[in-house]
């Protein structure tokens, strides 16, 4: 069973500061990885991909993929209450389009 | 990235019924699938709908259950057959863009009493 965990929280972070989120999959045939935020009653926004080993950048996200470790990661610079959702991890199945997701982890970002 | 709608937004229904939900696309897509996602869970897929041929449903879920259309590349109909309090779920329809990334529709709200 292909499975992807995330921790559920929440995290809790003061306003400007970093956030962390993690993400494990079991899939190494996995080649995409996306994470979604979404905001409580509405549906999934996707917010970063990533398909290669390393660092992507999209302005106050950033996403880190290890394929190796089979480990992804999304961080959230100068944190904001605004960021505060649950944020889905995404991967794709069987080298397909199929999608499992996590069970997603609840951010909190402190005033 | 593709406009998606869905009817309707949510709806209140007694055990036993149907509810067909429609997911509609401002653009031609290929790929467009139904999610549910359940009180306090996350994204399952039921099935990908496919343009004039019968969809592929995941594993746990049946046609007889879920019966979907796919007429044409903009449009498709979810339906719950013969609900009962578990179908209790929002409902998401998705689709696929060329550079692979899924999309959301707004989702439906069910509650079944």
């Known amino acids: 069973q292909k499975e992807v965990e995330q921790n559920s929280g929440p995290l809790s972070v003061p306003e400007g500061a970093i956030a962390s989120l993690n993400c494990t999959y079991s899939d190494r045939g996995s080649q995409s990885f996306f994470w979604y935020r979404q905001y409580s009653g509405k549906s999934p926004e996707l917010i970063m991909f990533?398909?290669?080993?390393g660092d992507k950048e999209d302005g106050r996200f950033t996403a880190q993929l290890n394929k190796a470790s089979q480990y992804v990661s999304l961080l959230i610079r100068d944190s904001q209450p605004s960021d505060s959702a649950t944020y889905l991890c995404?991967?794709?199945?069987?080298?397909?389009?199929?999608?499992?997701f996590g069970s997603g982890t609840r951010l909190l970002v402190r005033p | 990235s593709a406009v998606i709608s869905q009817k309707p937004s949510r709806d209140i229904c007694q055990r036993g019924t149907s509810l067909t939900i429609q997911c509609q696309v401002d653009s031609q897509v290929t790929m467009m699938f139904w999610y549910r996602q359940q009180p306090g869970q996350s994204l399952t897929l039921i099935a990908t709908?496919?343009?004039?041929?019968?969809?592929?449903?995941e594993s746990g879920f049946v046609i007889d259950k879920f019966p979907i259309s796919r007429p044409n590349l903009t449009f498709s109909t979810l339906t719950v057959s013969n609900m009962s309090p578990e179908d209790s779920s929002i409902y998401l329809c998705?689709?696929?863009?060329?550079?692979?990334?899924?999309?959301f529709g707004p989702g439906t709200r069910l509650t079944v009493t």
């Open positions: 995404a991967v794709n199945a069987d080298s397909s389009y199929k999608l499992i």
């Open positions: 998705s689709v696929e863009d060329l550079r692979d990334e899924q999309y």
């Open positions: 709908a496919n343009q004039g041929s019968e969809a592929t449903y």
């Open positions: 990533i398909y290669s080993n």
